[in-house]
Structure formats: structure tokens, C-alpha cells
């Protein structure tokens, strides 16, 4: 079994934080860089019928429960 001394763990911790720091920023940088949007999807996508449906069902089901409370009262 091998022992690490202090300034080996050390080394190794500031190796993996460089690393992950690096692979923030260039996501970040692509995020940046990119044309599209990453949270609306693409009017090619096949899915993006299906997605709009769904969202405008979640916008929608607060209005419908509140006409339904109307309804009852």
C-alpha cells in the first residue's frame, strides 16, 4: 500500500479542481458561443409538437383548476 505525503494529495486535489474549472468554462464557453437555445428545442425536432403540447398543458392547468373551483362554488 502506498502512502501519500501532503504535498501529493495536494498536487492531485489541484490537478481535479484545474480539470473540473476547465470543463466549466468551456461548457460555459459553448453555451455562449452556441446559436441555439438549449432549453428551446428546434423546429426540426421531431419532438418539438409533443414538447410545446406538454408545455402549454402545464401552463394551462392552473387556469383549468381555477374554472373548476368557479364551477363548484
Known amino acids: 500500500m502506498q502512502v501519500a505525503t501532503d504535498s501529493e494529495n495536494s498536487a492531485i486535489i489541484g490537478l481535479l479542481y484545474f480539470a473540473v474549472l476547465t470543463r466549466a468554462?468551456?461548457?460555459e464557453a459553448s453555451r455562449a458561443?452556441?446559436?441555439i437555445?438549449?432549453?428551446t428545442p428546434s423546429l426540426s425536432d421531431p419532438f418539438s409538437k409533443a414538447f410545446r403540447a406538454l408545455h402549454r398543458k402545464i401552463e394551462l392547468r392552473p387556469e383549468?383548476?381555477?374554472a373548476q373551483r368557479v364551477e363548484w362554488s
Open 33 to 35: 458561443l452556441s446559436p
Open 64 to 66: 383549468a383548476k381555477r
Open 37 to 39: 437555445d438549449p432549453l
Open 25 to 27: 468554462k468551456l461548457l
